[in-house]
């Protein structure tokens, strides 16, 4: 530790793209500076979570090349920044950061703890999924812990032999996300404003939702698109195909600061999703007071309370997510409750509570160092002793 008793972190996330795993990195970085730890971020050259880096500390982002040359760079900044904690975010960053940390002396190592978060599981649409998922592996017992968002991530962790101990911390909401706004009370008559927030990909099951929806037609509702990505000339056909073009407005991306205006106006958030780790709409629709129609994936199940604030439906099956919305639409009554339990559930998942146990994940793998029984116990999950 340094002299005032702060650490110095490295964060590091090497996606390309901007999601949940770069909103994390960016809102646990600004916690930690709250907290009077010295954090750096090490993220993609010319990307927006390096932007947005840039708007809370120019001097402390550190922008690598895409591709194996981020090694290099990533040993650089390990012999300049000199972390005792490096966080590694994304299968990505994880794998080149073990490399990094692997090529280094030992001696220069010995004195820097390295741990990744993992944010979900790998997705299956990479082209080269199964080389990725050997390498994260392969190169798992080359770091000291793991945090993982959700139960289920710990236990495909766990699943695929991970050494170390395995820590879950969910994601967390500033407090002051929303500004106490409550999502669109629903009255008898009604059209059943549905909300989609996330990513245009396969995993995402926009096309069950669509599918769910087409046997839905002649029932009053509409469902709002906010998102995009590489399959939105697909979903645009799919709409076509089912015949809800009149019924299914795509808003496209939306900046961070207008989503609860737009979220606040829905009656529901459906999350159809068929892999997923512990995805902030859902903490937004809680925090918010809207009920969520979600499939049984990731961490959806910890934060969906079945009957309270939302129900669950298997993934990739659209009668099941028909009937859930169309129970919705039968019973408006159903719907109201939903929203006044939801309400309870705003606060359960804080950025101030995440952070804390972050830091004491930090605390657990720095005191690994010294010689001690491996611990037996982790945040939320069992440790595994080998």
């Not at 975010?89 to 820097?112: D, E, F, K, N, Q």
């Not at 902030?280 to 009957?307: F, K, M, Q, T």
Request: glycine content about 10%; charged content about 25%; some cysteine.
């Amino acid at each position: 530790m340094i002299e005032d008793g702060s650490l110095r972190v490295l964060l590091v996330g090497l996606n390309a793209r901007y999601g949940g795993t770069e909103r994390h990195l960016l809102d646990l970085w600004g916690e930690l500076r709250k907290r009077g730890h010295h954090v750096a971020i090490a993220v993609p050259m010319a990307s927006e979570v390096a932007a947005h880096g840039r708007e809370i500390d120019p001097h402390r982002v550190f922008e690598v090349p895409r591709g194996p040359a981020a090694i290099a760079s990533l040993i650089r900044l390990l012999y300049g920044f000199q972390p005792q904690i490096v966080h590694l975010h994304s299968t990505r960053a994880s794998i080149l950061g073990r490399v990094s940390a692997r090529l280094i002396p030992r001696t220069r190592r010995a004195g820097m703890v390295f741990l990744t978060s993992a944010h979900g599981w790998i997705p299956r649409r990479l082209r080269l999924y199964r080389w990725i998922e050997h390498a994260y592996n392969r190169t798992a017992s080359w770091e000291d812990a793991a945090i993982a968002v959700a139960r289920s991530v710990a236990e495909k962790l766990e699943a695929n032999r991970y050494p170390n101990p395995i820590l879950v911390v969910p994601n967390g909401l500033d407090r002051r996300w929303g500004n106490d706004l409550e999502g669109r009370e629903f009255a008898d008559g009604d059209t059943l404003h549905i909300g989609y927030f996330g990513r245009l990909s396969k995993e995402k099951g926009l096309a069950t939702l669509i599918e769910a929806l087409r046997s839905l037609q002649g029932r009053s509702w509409h469902l709002h698109v906010y998102g995009d990505g590489h399959t939105r000339a697909h979903v645009e056909r799919a709409i076509a195909a089912a015949g809800v073009v009149e019924v299914v407005t795509l808003h496209g991306s939306i900046a961070p600061a207008a989503v609860p205006e737009h979220m606040g106006a829905c009656h529901v958030i459906a999350i159809p999703s068929l892999q997923e780790g512990h995805p902030y709409v859902a903490l937004e629709a809680s925090r918010l007071g809207i009920p969520i129609i979600a499939c049984r994936v990731g961490g959806l199940s910890d934060v969906v309370h079945e009957g309270r604030n939302g129900f669950l439906v298997t993934p990739g099956d659209p009668p099941a997510l028909a009937r859930a919305l169309g129970r919705l639409l039968a019973e408006p009554r159903l719907l109201r409750q939903l929203r006044r339990d939801a309400i309870t559930h705003r606060n359960d998942y804080t950025a101030d509570d995440m952070t804390e146990l972050v830091l004491e994940a930090y605390r657990r793998a720095l005191s690994k160092r010294r010689p001690h029984p491996r611990p037996t116990a982790a945040l939320g999950t069992r440790g595994r002793a080998r």
